[in-house]
């Protein structure tokens, strides 16, 4: 079955670094992934949709230089957390789409990404 | 997009079946409805999908009401491992593939 994978499952870092999340489909290529956030007892919260070759599309109060997304191959996007504060800390997650299936119904989510800023 | 209702928390015991609703009533024609779930500090993985007739795969089955304003997501024999969160998503055919989650349910399940 299709597997996504990120990198890394937990980070700490001080803040005002910047961290790096990697997200790559395994056996697929993914035109399009999706990278989530979610806080402690809280739902997955869309933040905004990776295509690959052009832009992100951010969803509604997400800071676009805050968040940086780069979808670089069909099967890797990296998710950039800059400058981050202890209010970043939260559980990264990116899911993927197969290419060449527009109507494909259903999602491949990686395990997630934990990031602690001290 | 259009919304879905769960109850927040349900219980069940081991081995028993689970019933698991979910109100969609301002769900479209062509509003696909999508069962995912997450188990502790994972991602969510895909259960079941469907958009008019009941559908029935390893994992479960999901039942939609013949108006499908509502559908019902079934665990045939509830084991330890099922205890997670399940969401219940509509997905538009032309939505670009995102799934946008609601609050979901916390299925606990009892030895």
């Known amino acids: 079955g299709a597997v996504v994978s990120q990198h890394p499952s937990w980070v700490i870092c001080k803040s005002g670094t910047s961290v790096k999340i990697e997200c790559r489909s395994l056996?697929?290529?993914?035109?399009?992934m999706f990278w989530y956030r979610q806080f402690p007892k809280q739902s997955l919260m869309l933040m905004a949709t990776s295509n690959e070759g052009s832009k992100a599309t951010y969803e509604q109060g997400v800071e676009k230089d805050k968040f940086l997304i780069n979808h670089a191959s069909l099967t890797l996007s990296t998710l950039t957390v800059t400058s981050a504060h202890p209010e970043d800390s939260s559980f990264y997650i990116c899911?993927?789409?197969?290419?060449?299936?527009?109507?494909?119904?259903?999602?491949?989510f990686g395990a997630g990404s934990r990031l602690t800023v001290l | 997009d259009a919304k879905t209702t769960q109850p927040n928390s349900m219980e069940s015991n081991e081995e028993e079946p689970v019933h698991l609703p979910c109100n969609h009533s301002t769900i479209s024609g062509t509003d696909y409805i999508h069962w995912y779930r997450q188990l502790p500090s994972q991602g969510p993985e895909y259960v079941i999908h469907g958009l008019t007739s009941n559908v029935n795969n390893r994992m479960a089955s999901l039942a939609i009401a013949e108006d499908r304003k509502s559908s019902t997501l079934i665990l045939h024999r509830a084991t330890l491992r099922d205890a997670a969160v399940y969401y219940c998503?509509?997905?538009?055919?032309?939505?670009?593939?995102?799934?946008?989650f609601g609050q979901g349910t916390e299925l606990s399940v009892k030895p």
């Open positions: 998503i509509l997905r538009g055919y032309n939505q670009g593939g995102k799934l946008i």
């Open positions: 899911s993927a789409r197969p290419t060449g299936d527009p109507g494909a119904n259903v999602l491949t």
């Open positions: 056996d697929f290529q993914a035109t399009t």
